[in-house]
């Protein structure tokens, strides 16, 4: 060893020694290990296609109708029926449980409204309509006006009657946008709505279980959306593009996060909440404005969606009827939506939902006929095999429905 290299350890050699006589005796600890990686649940896993072959035993087929309106959502202040005040909220094309929390906060608004202008006093107010509209106004305007006594008026108050109760219940304003494509106003309501919505919903979280609420991934081929090109980002993020998680439907496709909002459990959760709040129900069948004079309330709220065709003569409503199929739910797995159609722009979609699988569709204008029929019996197996179609891979070869 050279003179430099036998100085440097001495040296080094005093240091340590000095630091341990400095500091003490410092036992040698292993490091600690690095704190285990937490890694987001990939939304992108492998997903279970539904399987067809499995029609649910209990209401396998449905038909329901939407009551478009060509001039969009009618949410105003009207004019009085025999010096009662109304307010209108119907009209919401196919999208009434999307935009059915938003709507009805303006609604109640809008009671506040009439309310002033009544010289006599309010204590009672009449919604017209039982669902999914009637009922979430009816809860709006209890908790913002608490001191009116409320009455649901429906024709038939088994919910079952309701087209609300028919209806898939994805978040997405599909087809509400097309009465607001040259309409930049009415662009700004529709998104003021859907923001709105998206608050109600935010902060009923605590009651999504009770409520039939879930959060969903929607898988679509990658074209356009529909609905949510109308929807503000803010509202519905921009979408991913992935390569969608199918078995038989490797192809690119794109990936929102919306909500899924079960009518079937929903709607029953409203009407206890609402029953135990004062609300009352009464079945009444209104054959014309004479009938909604004749009422005692102070206030009407008409939510009578297609109903108002006929009731309130706006011929700007048009009936879109529409064919679903429920399939059983196998699996926790199914938790996902598959919507935006076929390759070739065919309807067809797949809503999981918390104890079945929807899928539709068709969009059958000035058709109102809410019975099936034998005609509709070959469309609930064009609906089936559209859908099957979509998740071989096969989705360019969908075919319309009714042919």
Same mark, same amino acid.
């Given at each position: ?244 998680? @199918? &078995? %038989?439907?490797? =192809?690119?496709? +794109? ?10 459990? *929903?709607? #029953? ?110 469309? @609930? &197996? %064009?609906?089936? =095999?559209?859908? +099957? ?10 075919? *319309?429905? #009714?042919?």
């Amino acid at each position: 060893m050279n003179r430099r290299s036998f100085l440097g350890l001495a040296l080094g050699t005093a240091a340590a020694a000095q630091l341990r006589c400095s500091l003490g005796e410092v036992p040698v600890r292993p490091p600690a290990p690095p704190p285990p990686i937490r890694l987001p649940l990939d939304p992108t896993r492998d997903r279970p296609a539904p399987d067809f072959e499995r029609v649910h035993p209990d209401e396998p087929h449905l038909v329901g109708v939407r009551p478009h309106r060509k001039t969009g959502v009618r949410l105003e202040l009207g004019a009085p029926i025999a010096g009662k005040p109304v307010v209108h909220n119907y009209g919401h094309s196919g999208a009434g449980i999307t935009l059915s929390l938003g709507c009805a906060e303006e609604a109640a608004r809008l009671v506040g409204e009439a309310r002033q202008l009544h010289a006599g006093g309010v204590a009672e107010l009449a919604i017209l309509g039982s669902g999914i509209i009637g009922l979430t106004t009816a809860a709006a305007i209890r908790r913002a006006h608490p001191d009116l006594k409320i009455r649901i008026y429906a024709a038939d108050l088994a919910l079952q009657s309701t087209t609300s109760w028919v209806a898939g219940g994805q978040f997405e304003p599909s087809g509400v946008r097309s009465a607001y494509k040259e309409d930049e106003a009415g662009q700004a309501r529709l998104a003021g709505w859907l923001r709105a919505s998206r608050d109600r919903i935010t902060a009923l979280r605590p009651q999504w279980d009770a409520l039939g609420i879930a959060r969903r991934d929607n898988f679509t081929l990658d074209h356009d959306s529909g609905g949510y090109d109308a929807t503000p980002r803010d509202v519905v993020p921009a979408p991913a593009t992935i390569a969608l998680p @199918f &078995a %038989g439907l490797r =192809d690119r496709g +794109r990936l929102y996060r919306t909500w899924l909002l079960n009518p079937r459990i *929903w709607m #029953p959760a409203l009407v206890k909440e609402l029953t135990a709040g004062g609300v009352s129900f009464v079945q009444r069948r209104f054959g014309s404005i004479r009938d909604v004079a004749a009422l005692t309330e102070s206030i009407v709220v008409n939510c009578t969606g297609y109903g108002a065709k006929a009731l309130f003569q706006d011929d700007d409503v048009v009936p879109y009827r529409g064919h679903l199929v429920r399939l059983e739910r196998p699996s926790q797995a199914h938790d996902y939506f598959f919507s935006a159609g076929c390759e070739n722009k065919v309807i067809a979609y797949v809503f999981c939902r918390q104890d079945d699988i929807v899928i539709g569709g068709t969009y059958v204008p000035r058709d109102d006929r809410t019975t099936i029929e034998q005609d509709d019996v070959p469309v @609930f &197996a %064009g609906v089936i =095999d559209n859908n +099957r179609r979509v998740f071989e891979g096969r989705s360019d070869a969908c075919r *319309w429905l #009714p042919e």
